[in-house]
């Protein structure tokens, strides 16, 4: 199954589908078979980088509405 990434308003990403995610030393995260998982965006979580619902506490609110990127930039 192809990885699809969501951006929830005022929560987390959730991200589904076939994925690793790991630490910026390249160590992998054990998910523990899961195919699904949610993604902290508000900072205020105790499990990070995962979501634990904090932002529901915190009041967070970020409304995203998908949008086109222009072109990279040529490499130099």
């Known amino acids: ?15 589904e589908g076939d994925f690793e995610i790991c630490d910026q030393n390249g160590n992998k995260f054990d998910l523990s078979g899961r195919t699904a998982i949610s993604l902290c965006r508000c900072g205020h979580s105790q499990n990070k980088p995962f979501c634990d619902s904090s932002h529901k506490q915190c009041e967070f609110q ?15």
Do not use: D, Q, W, Y
């Not at 199954?1 to 991200?15: A, C, E, F, L, Q």
């Not at 970020?62 to 222009?70: D, G, H, K, Y």
């Open 1 to 15: 199954m192809p990885t699809k990434i969501i951006i929830k308003n005022n929560g987390s990403i959730r991200v």
């Open 62 to 76: 970020s409304e995203i509405v998908a949008f086109t990127l222009p072109p990279p930039k040529p490499a130099s």
